[in-house]
């Protein structure tokens, strides 16, 4: 089966800007339809961001300018960057599957 490990989550002031990364392992990569996903505080999951395996890319609209969804396939690896990073991004962002499978998320905290 295939595990989804994030990274690259932590601690920036309104303004700045993080990467976050997903390693992928257990599947052929390049085939899948990969998505972000956040959790903030006492909210329900809210979907970010989603690209193709041919590399068509979507995103909410609360989210859309700022950031940007991108994938190495020679890596197994998913990325979100992520800028001009504001408190309402505050959360736990997690990488997914179209099955809804996703990994451990990564806190991403935004504040002065």
């Known amino acids: 089966e295939v595990q989804l490990v994030e990274s690259g989550g932590g601690l920036v002031q309104p303004g700045g800007s993080l990467r976050l990364s997903c390693a992928a392992s257990?599947?052929?990569?390049?085939?899948?339809?990969m998505t972000w996903v956040r959790q903030a505080p006492g909210k329900g999951l809210e979907w970010v961001s989603t690209?193709?395996?041919?590399?068509?890319?979507s995103y909410a609209n609360s989210v859309q300018g700022r950031f940007t969804i991108s994938r190495d396939n020679s890596k197994n690896t998913l990325y979100l960057q992520m800028n001009s990073l504001k408190p309402t991004d505050t959360a736990i962002y997690y990488c997914?599957?179209?099955?809804?499978?996703r990994g451990q998320g990564t806190q991403v905290t935004v504040s002065s």
């Open positions: 997914a599957l179209s099955n809804g499978r």
């Open positions: 257990g599947a052929t990569f390049s085939s899948l339809i």
């Open positions: 690209i193709t395996s041919l590399g068509t890319t």
